[in-house]
């Protein structure tokens, strides 16, 4: 019987790349992993510091820092390399100067023959997932974007604290851009299959602006963690770790990622946060959900402000 051995290629050691790794390590998802960083001795020193961990580790994983060669028998290149969000800027500030990164980052990794599925983090994610597939040539479902499934989760576990429930019993979606037009759905918005709605007849002390002021802190919960410690990764690390296991465990499982719409949500041409279907393969389909008018509204908002920002660098 052969047993296939997934490898995991990483680029980018900052602080995002080295707690996805570290994430990844423990819970025992890949065979192999190779560190990959312009900054050579910050991967060697990871690689080694990750691998003195391998005795406690729930199963056994090789790790090495390597180069972008390493790549050409890699099922899943995660990309966390570029400039980081300073204190005041968004995650659109950031467009031009990671899209030259992505450039030279994305050739690399193609000329070394690499064939499988690509996972991008950097901000901004939706736009340069976009990029990713426009410098690689892959088909769009091999090219997946983070996109919403941090804000997701933040979403989520608000809702939990603030209904008393377990966070993986609340089911709810934030979708559009990963950034300030993002929104949240309240409209298939559930507790164990019971809608929000309901949830808040029984909450005595029940106001509409309770609800608001959660999304509004997971719309901006980056800002106030890069003002408190100067960057965000755990969480996000995290959200990548889970899209890894759904990828190389092939799970079908519904995620909100940045994924290319097709006429999907009346949009085209387009990388952005909505729920997908993701397996072996990428992405299998996207899940459109039934909104309202008015999230309707807001969600070609947070298109037309991607598409706009992005005019400057793909000349749309």
């Given at each position: 019987m052969l047993n296939r051995v997934n490898r995991v290629a990483l680029i980018g050691t900052g602080f995002v790349g080295s707690s996805y790794a570290f994430a990844l390590l423990n819970q025992g998802i890949t065979e192999e992993l190779v560190l990959i960083d312009l900054n050579k001795e910050k991967a060697e020193g990871d690689a080694m510091d990750l691998n003195h961990g391998l005795p406690f580790a729930p199963s056994r994983t090789k790790i090495w820092y390597g180069d972008y060669s390493d790549c050409k028998d890699a099922d899943l290149v995660v990309i966390t390399a570029g400039a980081n969000q300073k204190p005041g800027e968004t995650r659109l500030d950031l467009?031009?100067?990671?899209?030259?990164?992505?450039?030279?980052?994305?050739?690399?990794?193609?000329?070394?023959?690499?064939?499988?599925?690509?996972?991008?983090?950097?901000?901004?994610?939706?736009?340069?997932?976009?990029?990713?597939?426009?410098?690689?040539?892959?088909?769009?479902?091999?090219?997946?974007?983070?996109?919403?499934?941090?804000?997701?989760?933040?979403?989520?576990?608000?809702?939990?604290?603030?209904?008393?429930?377990?966070?993986?019993?609340?089911?709810?979606?934030?979708?559009?851009?990963?950034?300030?037009?993002?929104?949240?759905?309240?409209?298939?918005?559930?507790?164990?299959g019971t809608a929000i709605s309901e949830w808040t007849k029984n909450k005595q002390d029940f106001k509409q602006e309770n609800l608001d002021n959660i999304f509004t802190n997971v719309r901006d919960a980056a800002y106030h963690i890069i003002e408190r410690k100067g960057a965000t990764y755990y969480g996000i690390a995290m959200g990548l770790v889970r899209l890894t296991r759904a990828i190389l465990r092939d799970e079908n499982s519904v995620l909100t990622v940045s994924a290319y719409l097709n006429g999907e949500y009346g949009e085209k041409d387009i990388y952005v946060g909505v729920p997908a279907v993701v397996n072996r393969n990428g992405i299998r389909e996207v899940v459109e959900l039934e909104l309202t008018e008015d999230e309707i509204q807001k969600f070609s908002h947070s298109v037309s402000v991607l598409k706009k920002t992005m005019e400057p660098v793909f000349n749309r």
């Amino acid at each position: 019987m052969l047993n296939r051995v997934n490898r995991v290629a990483l680029i980018g050691t900052g602080f995002v790349g080295s707690s996805y790794a570290f994430a990844l390590l423990n819970q025992g998802i890949t065979e192999e992993l190779v560190l990959i960083d312009l900054n050579k001795e910050k991967a060697e020193g990871d690689a080694m510091d990750l691998n003195h961990g391998l005795p406690f580790a729930p199963s056994r994983t090789k790790i090495w820092y390597g180069d972008y060669s390493d790549c050409k028998d890699a099922d899943l290149v995660v990309i966390t390399a570029g400039a980081n969000q300073k204190p005041g800027e968004t995650r659109l500030d950031l467009v031009e100067k990671n899209a030259r990164i992505f450039k030279g980052i994305v050739d690399e990794i193609m000329a070394s023959g690499f064939d499988g599925i690509f996972l991008v983090a950097t901000n901004p994610v939706d736009i340069l997932t976009y990029a990713v597939w426009k410098y690689s040539g892959l088909p769009k479902e091999r090219v997946i974007g983070s996109g919403t499934i941090l804000d997701t989760a933040r979403f989520r576990f608000l809702l939990g604290q603030y209904f008393d429930v377990d966070t993986r019993n609340v089911h709810a979606y934030i979708i559009g851009e990963h950034g300030d037009t993002e929104l949240p759905v309240w409209s298939n918005a559930y507790i164990a299959g019971t809608a929000i709605s309901e949830w808040t007849k029984n909450k005595q002390d029940f106001k509409q602006e309770n609800l608001d002021n959660i999304f509004t802190n997971v719309r901006d919960a980056a800002y106030h963690i890069i003002e408190r410690k100067g960057a965000t990764y755990y969480g996000i690390a995290m959200g990548l770790v889970r899209l890894t296991r759904a990828i190389l465990r092939d799970e079908n499982s519904v995620l909100t990622v940045s994924a290319y719409l097709n006429g999907e949500y009346g949009e085209k041409d387009i990388y952005v946060g909505v729920p997908a279907v993701v397996n072996r393969n990428g992405i299998r389909e996207v899940v459109e959900l039934e909104l309202t008018e008015d999230e309707i509204q807001k969600f070609s908002h947070s298109v037309s402000v991607l598409k706009k920002t992005m005019e400057p660098v793909f000349n749309r």
